[in-house]
């Protein structure tokens, strides 16, 4: 699907009066808006959303606020909170972290043409249109070595611990940690990483005016000085339930992995880790008590019989799932055990990124896209879905013209 009027050239200010009305005017990861969207453009579909001029699927989700949506008063709103506005067409947009994302979009494009219409029950995998941005850290490169961390709000003592520590030791390897901003295993995932002196985004389900918890003010400030915050929703927005499901799944795109510490039976962290999975990324989870009710998600998650969560006790096995430096600068220590760190890597994938993988030729040449789509038989869709997590994994490095074998993987 090709837009017709492409962000880069609209005039920058109408550009962005158009994203915040989009982004105003629906609930995120709206299918319809979406496929609107990126076929006329963002002035153009917000010019049409607001004079009612659209097709009925379209109409229904954005038509009880195409009218009263204020795109200035939220810009003016963001300004005074230290908020910036990034769209596609932002240097800063994570076009690499979000990958997978758009290729999920596609796909789901193509069922929706097809008339599946009915919603996931887990949600839409679709890109967000906007993202309301507060701190300096670059979010574009975010997903080059990334971790999403999640867990239960309601987390035990021994919960907290492992998600500070985890944490604590992956920034100190420059690996930046997600998560989304809630008590328990998010906020220790969150203090472990400034703890650390590294860099964290935190995901919120509402505008981030609005911390929540509001308890969590604090934590919000201190990630902003560090990091970075994320919202799809503009200022002054609640954080609904719907929302927290539909910023699940940036949590679990911004990840190169996601770390499911502790949840029970029906935890939200759950979903996370079934949009990771959806996404391609690996799904790693920490055992706990067997008589711990709280552990019993991540208990689940390692006992699935079909593509089951990678059970990690340690930073250093979390650290072959995301694309640490230190994967490379310990591949003659894998080596000397016989290519361990290349083998957890490996057996992260799935098989569509093994395939590609093994589409690759020698160590030394570089291919693009197009290229790994023809050597590996894949649709360059799931090439593009494939690539990040492959780098991820440490076992590719991009290249000048494309992507290369890693030493670890050569």
């Given at each position: 699907?090709?837009s017709t009027v492409t962000?880069?050239h609209?005039?920058?200010?109408?550009?962005l009066?158009?994203?915040?009305?989009?982004?105003?005017v629906?609930e995120?990861?709206?299918?319809?808006?979406?496929?609107?969207v990126?076929?006329y453009?963002?002035?153009?579909?917000?010019?049409?959303?607001?004079?009612?001029?659209?097709?009925?699927?379209?109409?229904?989700?954005?038509?009880?606020?195409?009218?009263a949506?204020?795109?200035?008063?939220?810009?003016?709103?963001?300004?005074?909170?230290?908020?910036?506005?990034?769209?596609?067409?932002?240097?800063?947009?994570?076009?690499?972290?979000?990958?997978?994302?758009?290729?999920?979009?596609?796909?789901?494009?193509?069922?929706?043409?097809a008339g599946?219409?009915?919603?996931?029950?887990r949600?839409?995998?679709?890109?967000?249109?906007?993202?309301?941005v507060?701190?300096?850290?670059?979010?574009?490169?975010?997903?080059?070595?990334?971790?999403?961390?999640?867990?239960?709000?309601?987390a035990?003592?021994?919960?907290?611990?492992?998600a500070?520590?985890?944490?604590?030791?992956?920034?100190?390897?420059?690996?930046?940690?997600?998560?989304?901003?809630?008590?328990?295993i998010?906020?220790?995932?969150?203090?472990?990483?400034l703890?650390?002196?590294?860099?964290s985004v935190?995901v919120?389900?509402?505008?981030?005016d609005?911390?929540y918890?509001?308890?969590?003010?604090?934590?919000?400030?201190?990630?902003a000085e560090?990091?970075?915050?994320?919202?799809?929703?503009?200022?002054?927005?609640?954080?609904?339930?719907?929302?927290?499901?539909?910023?699940?799944?940036?949590?679990?795109?911004?990840?190169?992995?996601?770390l499911?510490?502790e949840?029970a039976?029906?935890?939200?962290?759950?979903?996370?880790?079934?949009?990771?999975?959806?996404?391609?990324?690996?799904?790693?989870?920490?055992?706990?008590?067997?008589?711990?009710?709280?552990?019993?998600?991540?208990?689940?998650l390692?006992?699935?019989e079909?593509?089951?969560?990678?059970?990690?006790?340690s930073?250093?096995?979390?650290?072959?799932y995301?694309?640490?430096?230190?994967?490379?600068?310990?591949?003659?220590?894998?080596?000397?055990?016989?290519?361990?760190l290349?083998?957890?890597?490996y057996?992260?994938?799935?098989?569509v990124?093994?395939?590609?993988?093994?589409?690759?030729?020698?160590?030394?040449?570089?291919?693009?896209e197009?290229?790994?789509?023809r050597l590996?038989?894949?649709?360059?869709?799931?090439?593009?879905?494939?690539l990040?997590?492959?780098?991820?994994?440490?076992?590719?490095t991009?290249?000048?013209?494309?992507?290369?074998?890693?030493?670890?993987?050569?």
């Open positions: 699907m090709t962000p880069g609209a005039d920058r200010e109408e550009h009066l158009a994203a915040a009305y989009l982004s105003r629906a995120p990861a709206s299918v319809p808006l979406w496929m609107f990126q076929h453009g963002y002035p153009a579909a917000a010019a049409a959303v607001r004079a009612g001029e659209v097709p009925a699927e379209v109409a229904a989700c954005t038509e009880a606020r195409r009218t949506a204020d795109p200035e008063a939220d810009l003016a709103a963001a300004e005074r909170n230290g908020i910036r506005l990034l769209t596609p067409a932002d240097a800063d947009w994570p076009h690499f972290a979000f990958a997978a994302l758009q290729a999920t979009g596609q796909r789901r494009v193509a069922q929706w043409q599946v219409r009915s919603r996931p029950q949600g839409e995998l679709i890109p967000p249109l906007a993202l309301w507060r701190g300096s850290a670059p979010l574009a490169t975010v997903g080059l070595r990334s971790v999403a961390v999640v867990g239960s709000r309601a035990t003592a021994y919960g907290e611990h492992i500070s520590e985890f944490s604590y030791g992956l920034a100190q390897r420059e690996v930046v940690v997600v998560s989304g901003g809630a008590y328990g998010d906020a220790a995932a969150h203090r472990g990483a703890a650390a002196g590294g860099s935190l919120s389900a509402g505008g981030l609005r911390p918890p509001s308890g969590h003010r604090h934590l919000y400030d201190r990630t560090q990091g970075v915050l994320v919202s799809e929703r503009p200022p002054g927005s609640a954080p609904h339930r719907q929302r927290f499901l539909s910023r699940n799944r940036l949590i679990a795109a911004l990840g190169a992995a996601t499911v510490v949840a039976h029906r935890s939200g962290a759950l979903n996370s880790a079934g949009y990771a999975r959806d996404l391609g990324r690996p799904v790693l989870a920490v055992p706990g008590p067997v008589t711990s009710a709280m552990s019993s998600g991540c208990h689940r390692i006992q699935r079909e593509d089951p969560a990678r059970l990690v006790t930073v250093a096995e979390v650290l072959s995301c694309g640490s430096a230190e994967i490379e600068q310990d591949a003659g220590a894998a080596a000397a055990t016989g290519g361990s290349t083998q957890r890597a057996d992260s994938l799935d098989l990124a093994r395939s590609v993988l093994d589409g690759f030729p020698g160590r030394g040449r570089s291919v693009t197009a290229e790994l789509s590996s038989g894949q649709p360059i869709s799931q090439v593009i879905a494939a990040p997590v492959l780098q991820g994994a440490g076992l590719i991009a290249a000048r013209e494309g992507y290369r074998l890693s030493s670890v993987a050569s």
